[in-house]
């Protein structure tokens, strides 16, 4: 879908280039999508201007996805962890947050201990870099 998208986009880039060259009082043709004449060289620079930055566009987004994946991942591991770790760990009460291996946990706990026990759990994890314990302690009476 992505790239069907930056193929219209450069057609239509090199139309309009094209166009402009046209109305500059250049002489330009455009056949099978190739474009001749004397603005073929400005069509072609503009053009590879733009493939350029939608290549770069496209490694940017291939690598955030990577990223957004393998913190999706890591998280998933956490939670496993967390889970096979603490009795009657219910991973409805938390949130797992993970970016560049750094893991955050958010949530209720009823003592520092069990906190703690979470953010030591967490640490195991392979892939884990760092542990942000925002868990809170709510006291119950």
Avoid at 74 to 85: A, C, F, K, W, Y
Avoid at 91 to 100: G, Q, T, V
Wanted: charged residues 20%; proline residues 1%; without cysteine.
């Amino acid at each position: 879908m992505k790239i069907k998208t930056i193929l219209v986009v450069l057609a239509s880039s090199l139309f309009l280039t094209a166009q402009a060259a046209v109305d500059a009082g250049k002489k330009a043709q455009i056949s099978n999508g190739q474009v001749t004449g004397q603005a073929a060289g400005q069509v072609s620079a503009k053009a590879s201007d733009q493939d350029k930055t939608d290549a770069a566009n496209v490694t940017t987004l291939n690598a955030v996805q990577t990223q957004m994946t393998s913190d999706i991942q890591l998280e998933g591991r956490v939670l496993q962890q967390l889970r096979s770790s603490i009795k009657n760990f219910d991973p409805n009460k938390y949130m797992i947050l993970s970016r560049n291996g750094e893991v955050t946990l958010q949530g209720n706990v009823k003592t520092q201990a069990e906190a703690e026990l979470m953010e030591k759990e967490a640490i195991k994890v392979s892939g884990v870099t760092r542990v942000n314990n925002n868990l809170a302690v709510i006291v119950t009476n």
